[in-house]
């Protein structure tokens, strides 16, 4: 890795995975101390749980985020030594040099918006509604996967309304519940090997649900979810995976209800999973 800041966003991102999984770690052991004593489970994932459940995804993603990131640092760097080189002539092709200079100012942009992106999900914070553009929502959490995508061999397709009224609702927490709906997804999809990327297809899809909400839906090709597993799937530490921290899908529904929405599973006829959520319109 050529770019010591990368490095250093690595590490950062694979220390926040560990404080995570460490958090969870105590989470289920002061969980399952709580059920000895009473038998009573617990009702509400606190703001600590989101935020645990937000770093462990973002370390999830780290190492193709970080790839992302170095493809933009390293045409910087090109851009900048060659333009370097050419005014060192004694009449420097101006024109080609204020073309490098844009491309350098665009792959700039580029890996900072990134970089704020990811600042943005690992802070902890308390929900904050403000007026939203769902479809926004949906093509920053898709940009932040798409190098997950292409490394797993996983086509997205979007179908996002551009004629949605806008909601009210905190960005940070619907992309975490989009980014763990996708994440899902192609960990499902894993062991879809017959054709390749052709056989591992996630698509997403913002809609008017009715009169008086949006909705969001994550549909994939995997082997869908078994009837035994459904009515537990939104449960706090229940996962289907060896691995899972039995988190990301009751947050996901922790986040839903604050926004005055809600979330489901459904079956497909073809096989695979959808999840579906809605948020209220901000006319409501």
Known sequence: ????????????????????????????RRFRSLQHVDGTPAQHLQCADTHAGRLALVGEIAGSIVHEISQPLSAILINADAA?????????????????????????LRANDIVR??????????????????????????????????KRLVT??????????????DSIHLEQVLLNLMMNAMDAMASNTANGAAERILDVATFRYDKYSAALT????????????????????????????????????????AHGGKIWQEGTSAGGAVFKFTIPLQTV
């Open 84 to 108: 370097d080189s050419l005014l060192s002539q004694p009449h420097p092709p101006l024109e080609e040099i204020r073309r490098m200079l844009a491309d350098i100012r665009r792959d700039d």
């Open 117 to 150: 992106h990811l600042h943005s999900l690992l802070k902890r914070r308390e929900l904050q509604t403000t007026m939203l553009d769902l479809n926004e929502v949906a093509a920053t959490a898709l940009s932040l996967i798409q190098p997950v995508a292409r």
């Open 218 to 257: 994550v549909a994939d090709t995997g082997p869908g979810i078994a009837a035994a597993y459904r009515p537990k799937i939104f449960e706090s530490f229940f996962s289907t995976k060896q691995e899972g921290m039995g988190l990301g899908l009751a947050i996901a529904r922790t986040i839903v209800h």
């Open 1 to 28: 890795m050529r770019h010591p800041a990368l490095l250093s966003l690595l590490v950062l991102l694979v220390v926040a995975q560990g404080v995570a999984l460490a958090y969870w770690a105590l989470r289920q």
């Open 156 to 169: 997205i397709r979007s179908s996002l309304d551009g004629s949605l009224p806008p909601i009210h609702g």
